[in-house]
Nanobody, 127 residues
């Protein structure tokens, strides 16, 4: 069982920045593709960004492309989400997720593709 713990959420004004972190308990962290999702008030959980196990591939939702950057440090078993130029519509609970990869540099975008989830961290952006 892989445990994922997010941190770094908080309240910020529009135009500001935050960096989320997600630490995994699994020593074989490098065998997992990692993703970030979010769920805003009254909305379904949606894909934000994903990174392959080797960091060679990344993928982003159109709504965050150019503003958010996903990265990972396999030695620290940590995945990051740098969020710049935040907007009020970015307000949500942000979740990290892990997908055990058998082969390939995958960057899954669907919720059902992920095996493990963190408990989430709140991000609130005020106008």
């Amino acid at each position: 069982q892989v445990q994922l713990v997010e941190s770094g959420g908080g309240s910020v004004q529009a135009g500001g920045s935050l960096r989320l972190s997600c630490v995994a308990s699994e020593r074989t962290f490098s065998r997992f593709a990692m993703g970030w999702f979010r769920q805003g008030p009254g909305k379904e959980r949606e894909f934000v960004a994903a990174i392959s196990w080797s960091s060679s591939r990344t993928d982003y939702a159109d709504s965050v492309k150019g503003r958010f950057t996903i990265s990972r440090d396999n030695a620290k078993r940590t995945v990051y989400l740098q969020m710049n130029t935040l907007k009020p519509e970015d307000t949500a609970v942000y979740y990290c997720a892990a997908d055990h990869v058998v082969a390939g540099n995958l960057t899954p975008r669907k919720l059902y593709e992920y095996d493990y989830w963190g408990q989430g961290t709140q991000v609130t952006v005020s106008s």
